[in-house]
């Protein structure tokens, strides 16, 4: 084999190990299993919510697995397609094997580098789905229409990888465009991805609005939040709580009965405290209680959830009214990402949802200058 052709899969191999070692096919696998087993009970949507939280993760637990697992057997065969183009008698035959193996080899570094973005993914709310927010800007009904553009982007972009979207809301503006949308995109890691989106972004072209046909600059803003995890049930461990028991007491201090029923707990780590004496019995009140402290408790992080969503939109790696990226379509065709200075020509491919390379252009700088998303 050609030396250089050796140390070229010899480097993809080193860059899809790093890949592994961060995506654990093995984890991927035994969650696969798991996962296949709760989807296999009878009773598994007698609970809607839990059941579509089991077959969702399933279907995206597989995936990735398929996709890392898709990588090793295209690098393990790779060699093997250089061997059988040598050994073409055909002098035709030959350089069209090789051909066909060094496209296979390109397109293969690109998929690796693909999965490598994916291993710098490593915030705190990286892995969460996205909750994806757009906002029309300065520039009139060319703002509105600019805004509903990139909100297409961004669901074509999700349709092309198989990912589910959610529109949860869509402000319709009067003449043409929309106001504000907000949609969900289901999918591992859309979070992380879509983060670096984030900020103001610019559109220059001929006003399809305007009568004389004019060059008309407009803005709109994309807000990226991470999904909040619902959590149904919060464990309380014994050694955070105080369980204290007295006689149940009625109006004006009168005894409701003779034995210590009536419980109240305190949460030490919060302060917060529950009584209940509504029960007979001290083992029913106790659960009652246990269970309006599991409520607070889950309120509570719920609140602070929403705190530190609320500053990840507003502070976060992308501060508001800065511009981040620019569509130009007059007098020119580009589309240029002014933080990472990656540029394609076909702006018209860019809002049809071909964006990866913006994404993991960004991703990358991010990585590389220390900031993050959470």
Same mark, same amino acid.
């Given at each position: 084999?050609?030396?250089?052709?050796?140390?070229?899969?010899?480097?993809?191999?080193?860059?899809?190990?790093?890949?592994?070692?961060?995506?654990?096919?093995?984890?991927?696998? @035994?969650?696969?299993?798991?996962?296949?087993?709760?989807?296999?009970?009878?009773?598994?949507?007698?609970?809607?919510?839990?059941?579509?939280?089991?077959?969702?993760?399933?279907? @995206?637990?597989?995936?990735?697995?398929?996709?890392?697992?898709?990588?090793?057997?295209?690098?393990?065969?790779?060699?093997?397609?250089?061997?059988?183009?040598?050994?073409?008698?055909?002098?035709?035959?030959?350089?069209?094997?090789?051909?066909?193996?060094?496209?296979?080899?390109?397109?293969?570094?690109?998929?690796?580098?693909?999965?490598?973005?994916?291993?710098?993914?490593?915030?705190?709310?990286?892995?969460?789905?996205?909750?994806?927010?757009?906002?029309?800007?300065?520039?009139?009904?060319?703002?509105?229409?600019?805004?509903?553009?990139?909100?297409?982007?961004?669901?074509?972009?999700?349709?092309?990888?198989?990912?589910?979207?959610?529109?949860?809301?869509?402000?319709?503006?009067?003449?043409?465009?929309?106001?504000?949308?907000?949609?969900?995109?289901?999918?591992?890691?859309?979070?992380?991805?879509?983060?670096?989106?984030?900020?103001?972004?610019?559109?220059?072209?001929?006003?399809?609005?305007?009568?004389?046909?004019?060059?008309?600059?407009?803005?709109?803003?994309?807000?990226?939040?991470?999904?909040?995890? @619902?959590?149904?049930?919060?464990?309380?461990?014994?050694?955070?709580?105080?369980?204290?028991?007295?006689?149940?007491?009625?109006?004006?201090?009168?005894?409701?009965?003779?034995?210590?029923?009536?419980?109240?707990?305190?949460?030490?780590?919060?302060?917060?405290?529950?009584?209940?004496?509504?029960?007979?019995?001290?083992?029913?009140?106790?659960?009652?209680?246990?269970?309006?402290? @599991?409520?607070?408790?889950?309120?509570?992080?719920?609140?602070?959830?929403?705190?530190?969503?609320?500053?990840?939109?507003?502070?976060?790696?992308?501060?508001?009214?800065?511009?981040?990226?620019?569509?130009?379509?007059?007098?020119?065709?580009?589309?240029?990402?002014?933080?990472?200075?990656?540029?394609?020509?076909?702006?018209?491919?860019?809002?049809?949802?071909?964006?990866?390379?913006?994404?993991?252009?960004?991703?990358?700088?991010?990585?590389?200058?220390?900031?993050?998303?959470?």
């Amino acid at each position: 084999m050609n030396p250089e052709i050796s140390t070229d899969l010899a480097d993809l191999e080193t860059r899809l190990q790093s890949v592994e070692k961060v995506l654990h096919p093995e984890d991927l696998a @035994q969650r696969v299993a798991e996962l296949e087993v709760k989807a296999a009970d009878p009773e598994l949507w007698n609970d809607q919510d839990y059941a579509q939280s089991v077959t969702s993760e399933l279907s @995206q637990v597989q995936n990735q697995l398929r996709r890392v697992k898709d990588l090793r057997t295209r690098l393990e065969d790779l060699p093997i397609m250089y061997e059988l183009a040598a050994e073409e008698e055909d002098d035709e035959a030959r350089a069209d094997a090789r051909e066909l193996a060094d496209a296979e080899r390109t397109e293969l570094r690109q998929a690796i580098e693909s999965a490598e973005v994916t291993t710098l993914l490593s915030g705190e709310f990286d892995e969460r789905e996205a909750v994806v927010n757009i906002r029309s800007g300065a520039g009139g009904v060319d703002a509105a229409d600019f805004a509903e553009m990139l909100m297409r982007m961004y669901v074509r972009w999700a349709e092309k990888r198989g990912s589910k979207v959610d529109i949860y809301d869509t402000s319709y503006a009067e003449e043409a465009g929309i106001k504000s949308a907000t949609f969900v995109v289901h999918e591992p890691y859309a979070y992380g991805t879509l983060s670096v989106e984030q900020g103001t972004h610019r559109l220059v072209r001929l006003s399809p609005f305007d009568n004389a046909h004019r060059r008309q600059t407009s803005f709109a803003e994309v807000e990226v939040l991470p999904v909040v995890e @619902q959590t149904d049930h919060i464990e309380i461990p014994d050694n955070e709580i105080r369980i204290d028991v007295y006689r149940s007491s009625g109006p004006g201090g009168q005894s409701v009965n003779t034995t210590d029923s009536a419980v109240r707990i305190t949460h030490i780590p919060t302060g917060i405290v529950v009584t209940c004496q509504n029960e007979k019995s001290q083992i029913q009140n106790k659960a009652a209680a246990l269970n309006v402290l @599991q409520a607070r408790l889950l309120e509570k992080k719920r609140q602070e959830e929403k705190e530190v969503l609320r500053e990840l939109g507003s502070g976060g790696h992308a501060s508001w009214g800065n511009q981040m990226r620019s569509y130009v379509l007059h007098p020119y065709q580009m589309v240029k990402d002014l933080r990472t200075d990656y540029e394609v020509s076909n702006p018209q491919a860019v809002l049809d949802g071909d964006i990866d390379g913006f994404l993991e252009a960004g991703i990358r700088w991010r990585a590389n200058s220390g900031d993050s998303p959470a």
